[in-house]
């Protein structure tokens, strides 16, 4: 455990200081300051409770040079509530057995003299300066310092190899003409000089001076061992480069060892190294404790914590920082005999005086160490803390500081503006001490706070500051139960619990499975009412004594749309055959339902186009009369029923016999019947069931008008099957035609060589034909049932298998066996799947329509319900993405009004338990709306399952689709009945969304006086929105960037604390009004309506898009790029209120290469805007686009119509012009999933290849816990400077992405980041399908 760690577990609450015996700090001369360790202690001074032990371990009890050491002493005590025990002399007669104080040697050095050099180099370095800029002369000369020092500490030699890495490393490429003439002037100095002497300055030698010493001591010693030496140096670059010189000269293998990279961007990182990762360090400490190095040079990294026993020497090459260093690097010589050697020169003879000083001064003191203060708490600010009831948690001003600070870098922004909190000086009660009054950033939850009190020093008077701050934002519900400020991913969403109950009662349903993915589910699948209820029980039959139940019969029309353009097509076709028309004539059904059908629940007539879309057939549902049927007579009903799905659909397709006759609702109960004039026909029924009707049933004799052909309409009213002995599958054919002009030993038409029917019978089949004299069958076979509604080629465009000629067999009788099932019953009954699966979906629908409540009509509810893998002529995916974007409105609007002080941020986390997948699936599990979605997935008449189990039949459906069904409802009552009757249908699913007309958040209109707008808005709004704002100030917000934080106008209005200009709130605080936000909220809000307003629009400008091509079209329409323009075009930019430099440069970049959206504009224009990210707009321009019309919104008491109203002159020129389904360019990536889709293939993948950096580069930004940001300019030209510094230093990784298509690789994409790489994948695979034939690379083509 670290010590951040437990410091965290204490202040929460979950670790006490009673539970632990024993608290043991290693090098405990750290308890100070802020250190986590003088943290931990600070709360065991606090702690009332029985408390610790405590032991510090540390070699060094001081930390600072200039410490006074009786003071520092003294306060490490106070801080460790312990006294400092030495080893008394016994004790230090027993640790000399096992330790060793080394010997030191002194050796001095002489300053080396290159004036001549540097004088060159000076006047390089000021040529390249006139080049540059203010900031790259910084730069440069943070260059030129680097370098100076290591010709005058290593030498030129170690120069020349630096600049050799300097030419190696990215980022300095500008550089490099000034680094090569550097070298090229070295090589000219060397040639005059001798480089044995002046080649390395004297230190250099002194250590190598050193390193033979040692060496030669270490071989007069009694016990011989190799050499294991430290060299500590102060620099990166030194430790880099004196491995190098020892290991050549000194004939010793070396190493080096320097920590991690620092987290700042400044010329020290450009130059160095990025430094070792922590694998590293290991392998090189390794190394060195295994005698495979002889000599390590290191900086401070290795001072502290570094166990070697065998180390023998520690050489000081530069002086120590304080006397924690000397002591903590004097400890490294561990071996017996060690040496400590000091290399010193001239200049750093005072410090090294300092240094032995304070060295002794310690020894003195420890022997008589101060008494311990009798304090518990050494510091005021340790008495005030604040504790949270629940949790324990404590807060106090020290903690403050690390809080408010964290919960600033949580708020949201952007590139141009960093939020951090401004501390304003104000002197003290009656002019003593210090306060100070905290201005947070624009889009915090509080906006000022003042404190009160003084106090006698500026430090503490930041932390009272900082402890008041967070007390009002812990009245604003910013902070959590622990005293830590809330994020994204910590806030607590109201939904939460509610989620949290109907996992755990679907858990329980047996209803109801999720399968382990968690994206997929099984339920138990449910029918409509009307097709799964029990029939009514009727009277007893008086003749057989049977019970009776009622059903009622319905005639299922299936008609051609046009019948004579219907039966020429598809007797030419070859479809039907010579008599199969009159069959078709023949074949009627009729559905029998337990139930009668409520007029509210009517099926509507519909077409059908098993075929052909240009041919479908017209299927209607019409009332007979009531039905009673007996048992027996329902149970041949069933037996009929049986025979005709599992003859007609086969074995696998059929399902499996169900044997449970329980006859729940959860089973289909109606029946398809045969009818014949108009009544069930019970004649072909027992023909079917029993070979011959009985005698109680009458058949009906057919018209005279068709008696002349009964004899040829029976022939070929049969289906024959044949199997061959080669095969165990039957395979069954529709007689054409009687062929009496051909026998048994008759040729067979067009087969070569010539063979007879009796021959190849023999030949084939090893069967003799015994009837040579028998005519020939023309047959065709049977096609399959067709349970869809559309054939779709593998081609793409739907195609009439019927245009295809059918066919033609010729079959000999003899070997030909007759089918039970007549063949009128094989022409409609393969029609029958597809009819009754949308029948049964109707009625499903019905149910669920029923349950909501709410005016819809039928096909838009059926609409809803059905996915595109339903193959219907409509889907919800055109309702789905509108009801997702209304949905997005809603709940915006929901959360904002509620979450008043939430930041952009927590308000799209708080969103997200509206809008995610996850979210509205369990919403619709709870009402039990997705037992309601039918399954398309395979079809199964009543009677059968889907697989042999005894187990119940399950559904399965992912989780995307019952939350796309749930946006499709959204969008279907949004249509039917407006946002009033979208917002009821959301209510009833269990959102808590208040009508728009009852919801009041005009408080800055209702509440203050009227605004005055700077003539710019004014203009504004008046020329360009054509709008008055009733709260004008919600214009003024809507243009405010975060930067303005910084703007002196707006500091002053919230010192002033006028009650013109601040609002005070029921809980005391005190929030400024005029400028209450940035725009953030605003543009959460207007990104949600935009988005919506866009879909509206096309969604109604197209009513025949497909759903794909319409949601490319809306984000063409509302990315950031085409905002970014129209905002530009419209002059949005001249009233945005901001403070920010890199926003004005990267404007002005942005502005000189906008494309022109006018309506003369080019497609390649809008192409390159939508899909070129070389210039990217600033994000402002967009942002502030959709702020606009969220503040209109608002403004307007939440009406979107109004919204549009003003909006949509801004929006329609493009929307009109380059937003169409001709001018839009289409997405590389969805043109080639979409033209792979055509081909019916899944198969394609984008793969981004991840290569490992050889240089973590890494930004980040802490804070320490006393530094605090004055009201200055410095952070800003900080800020510039180190984003100016990490663009020179950073070179932007390129990505890559592999585009595959049935795992074979395309094409590979390179781009800047993700999204444009897998354009330019898409791009160049586009280009390789279309130089080639798309089956070479898809199977399924």
């Known amino acids: 455990m670290t010590a951040e760690i437990l410091i965290y577990l204490l202040q929460v609450s979950l670790v006490k200081l009673d539970e632990i015996s024993l608290l043991v700090f290693d090098e405990c001369h750290h308890t100070t300051k802020d250190h986590a360790y003088n943290r931990i202690m600070r709360e065991y001074h606090q702690y009332t409770a029985e408390r610790p032990k405590i032991l510090g371990l540390t070699a060094s009890p001081i930390k600072e040079i200039n410490k006074i050491v009786e003071k520092g002493i003294q306060l490490l005590q106070n801080n460790l509530d312990s006294i400092i025990i030495q080893p008394s002399s016994e004790t230090q007669k027993e640790l000399e057995r096992f330790t060793s104080k080394p010997k030191e040697l002194f050796l001095k050095y002489q300053n080396n003299n290159y004036d001549d050099l540097m004088e060159k180099m000076e006047q390089m370095f000021g040529q390249k300066k006139e080049e540059l800029s203010n900031e790259g002369q910084k730069f440069l000369d943070q260059i030129k310092n680097k370098l100076a020092y290591i010709l005058t500490s290593l030498g030129p030699v170690l120069l020349k190899v630096e600049l050799e890495r300097f030419l190696q490393r990215e980022g300095l490429e500008p550089l490099f003409d000034l680094f090569e003439e550097l070298k090229k002037e070295l090589s000219e100095w060397s040639k005059s000089n001798t480089p044995e002497k002046t080649g390395h300055t004297d230190k250099v030698h002194q250590l190598l001076s050193a390193l033979k010493q040692i060496s030669e001591l270490q071989a007069q010693a009694i016990k011989k061992k190799p050499l294991s030496c430290i060299v500590f140096v102060e620099r990166r670059q030194t430790a880099i480069l004196l491995p190098q010189i020892i290991q050549r000269e000194g004939g010793l293998r070396s190493g080096t060892l320097i920590g991690g990279s620092s987290a700042y961007y ?28 002889d000599v390590l040079v290191s900086t401070s990294v290795a001072e502290e914590g570094l166990d070697i026993p065998q180390c023998m020497a520690v050489i000081r090459f530069d002086l120590p920082r304080n006397p924690v260093a000397l002591i903590q690097s004097r400890g490294r010589a561990r071996c017996t005999d060690s040496y400590f050697c000091w290399i010193i020169g001239e200049a750093d003879y005072v410090q090294f005086m300092k240094l032995r000083e304070q060295d002794s001064d310690i020894t003195v003191h420890l022997e008589c160490p101060p008494p311990l203060d009798d304090v518990a708490v050494l510091n005021q600010l340790d008495e005030i803390s604040c504790t949270h009831p629940r949790t324990g948690a404590k807060l106090n001003p020290r903690t403050s500081v690390q809080r408010l600070y964290k919960y600033c870098s949580q708020l949201p922004h952007d590139n141009f503006q960093v939020p951090l909190p401004i501390f304003v000086e104000k002197s003290g009660v009656n002019g003593e001490g210090f306060r100070y009054q905290v201005i947070l950033p624009m889009n915090a939850a509080v906006q000022c706070v003042q404190v009160e009190c003084s106090a006698s020093s500026k430090r503490v008077a930041k932390a009272l500051a900082c402890y008041k701050t967070c007390l009002a934002l812990i009245n604003a519900n910013m902070f959590d139960e622990y005293y830590f400020p809330i994020s994204m991913a910590t806030l607590p969403l109201e939904l939460d619990s509610r989620f949290a109950e109907i996992e755990k009662e679907l858990s329980l349903r047996d209803s109801y499975r999720m399968e382990e993915n968690k994206m997929r589910f099984s339920c138990i699948p449910r029918y409509a009412e009307i097709l799964s209820a029990r029939p009514v029980e009727a009277a007893v039959h008086p003749s057989s004594l049977e019970r009776e139940e009622k059903w009622y019969s319905y005639l299922l029309s299936i008609e051609p749309k046009d019948e004579p353009n219907w039966l020429r097509h598809y007797s030419r076709c070859h479809l039907l055959g010579r008599h199969e ?206 349970d869809f509604w559309q054939i779709l080629s593998s081609s793409g465009p739907c195609v009439c298998p019927s245009m295809v000629k059918r066919r033609v067999i010729h079959l000999v009788p003899e070997l030909c066996e007759e089918d039970r099932v007549p063949a009128h019953f094989w022409v409609m009954g393969r029609f029958l799947p597809g009819i009754l699966r949308r029948v049964e979906a109707h009625f499903l629908a019905m149910d669920l329509r029923k349950k909501i409540g709410l005016p819809i009509s039928k ?36 959360v904002f009004v509620k979450d008043k002080y939430f930041d952009e941020g927590l308000l799209t986390t708080a969103r997200t338990q509206f809008i995610s997948n996850r979210s509205l699936f369990l919403l619709a599990a709870e009402k039990d709306l997705f037992s309601h979605i039918p399954s398309f997935i395979e079809w199964h008449p009543p009677g059968y399952l889907s697989k042999p189990s005894t187990d119940n039949p399950r559904n399965s459906f992912s989780i995307k689709l ?115 936000h940035c725009y953030q909220r605003l543009e959460f809000l207007g990104d949600a309506v935009i988005d919506y307003l866009i879909t509206d629009y096309l969604f109604k400008k197209y009513p025949d898009l497909p759903p794909g091509r319409l949601t490319e079209l809306k984000k063409v329409s509302v990315s950031n790029q085409t905002l970014s323009c129209l905002a530009l075009a419209h002059r949005f930019d001249i009233c945005i209120r901001q403070l920010s430099s890199v926003y004005i440069s990267s404007f002005e970049e942005f502005k000189k290469v906008m494309p022109d959206l006018g309506p003369g504009a080019t497609g390649a224009a809008v192409k390159d805007l939508i899909f070129n990210d070389s210039v990217i707009g600033p994000k402002i321009l967009a942002d502030v686009f959709e702020a606009v019309a969220g503040a209109i919104f608002v403004d307007s008491g939440w009406d979107l119509n109004v919204v549009w109203k003003h909006y949509g002159p ?60 004055e009201m200055d300019e410095g952070y800003r030209k900080r800020e510039e400077k180190g984003k100016k510094l990490a663009r020179l230093s950073v070179k932007k990784k390129e990505k890559k992405v592999e585009v595959f298509i049935h795992e074979v690789l395309v094409a590979t994409g390179i781009g800047d980041n993700k999204a444009s790489a897998k354009m330019n994948g898409a791009t160049r695979a586009w280009s390789v399908i279309s130089a080639s034939n798309f089956k070479t690379f898809c199977k399924c083509a």
């Not at 917000?1037 to 010192?1055: K, M, N, V």
Request: charged share 30%; net charge neutral; glycine share 4%.
């Open 1210 to 1269: 801004l929006l329609l020129p493009f929307l009109s012009t380059h937003a169409t389904p001709d001018t839009a360019p289409v997405h590389p990536v969805t043109k080639l999933i979409e033209y792979c889709q055509s081909y019916a293939c899944d198969q394609i993948k984008f793969r981004q290849i991840k290569e490992k950096p050889k240089k973590e580069e890494k930004v980040t930004k802490e804070t320490e816990g006393d530094d605090f940001m």
């Open 581 to 786: 028309q009159n069959l078709l004539k023949k074949a009627r059904y009729s559905l029998l339902t337990p139930r009668p059908i409520e007029k509210e629940s009517e099926l509507p007539p519909f077409l059908f186009s098993p075929c052909c879309p240009e041919n479908p057939y017209r299927v209607a549902l019409k009332f007979v009369k009531e039905q009673p049927l007996k048992e027996s007579t329902l149970t041949i009903a069933r037996k009929f029923q049986d025979i005709l799905f599992s003859t007609v659909m086969g074995p696998k397709r059929v399902g499996v016999k169900d044997r449970n006759d329980d006859n729940s609702s959860s089973k289909k109960q109606y029946l398809v019947l045969p009818t014949f004039d108009g009544r069930i026909d019970w004649n072909s029924i027992y023909k079917l069931v029993f070979g011959n009707p009985p005698n109680d049933v009458q058949i009906k004799d057919v018209d005279d008008e068709e008696e002349e052909e009964e004899e040829d309409i029976m022939i070929y009213n049969k289906v024959v099957s044949f199997q061959s002995i080669t095969s165990p599958k039957k395979t069954f054919y529709h007689i054409l035609r009687v062929r009496t002009d051909l026998t048994a030993d008759s040729l067979i038409p067009s087969i070569d060589p010539p063979i007879t029917f009796s021959q190849y019978s023999l030949k084939k089949y090893n069967v003799q034909l015994k009837k040579k004299n028998q005519p020939i069958l023309e047959v065709t076979p049977v096609t399959k049932p067709k």
């Open 859 to 894: 096909g838009r509810m059926l609409e809803c319900l059905t996915p595109s893998s339903a193959l219907f002529p409509f889907s919800y995916e055109r309702l789905e993405t509108l009801g997702d974007a209304f949905l997005k409105v809603a709940s915006s609007v929901h």
């Open 962 to 1076: 019952v939350a796309d069904t749930v946006e499709a409802l959204i969008g279907a009552h949004l249509l039917e009945g407006g946002s009033d009757q979208a917002l009821k249908f959301m209510r009833w699913l269990g959102f808590d969304f208040r009508n728009w007309k009852d919801l009041d958040y005009l408080e800055y209109s209702n509440q203050n006086p009227v605004m005055n707008l700077p003539n710019d808005l004014a203009h504004f709004s008046r020329d360009v929105l054509k709008y008055r704002f009733r709260s004008p100030r919600l214009l003024a917000e809507a243009f405010t960037h975060l930067s303005w934080h910084w703007s002196p106008d707006y500091i002053q209005r919230l010192l002033k604390n006028d009650s013109s200009n601040m609002n005070v709130k029921a809980d005391g605080r005190r929030i400024d009004v005029s400028e209450k």
């Open 266 to 293: 400044s010329a020290s990182n450009i130059l160095d190294d990025d430094g070792d990762s922590s694998k590293k360090r290991e392998d090189v400490l390794k190394e060195f404790r295994d005698g495979k190095i």
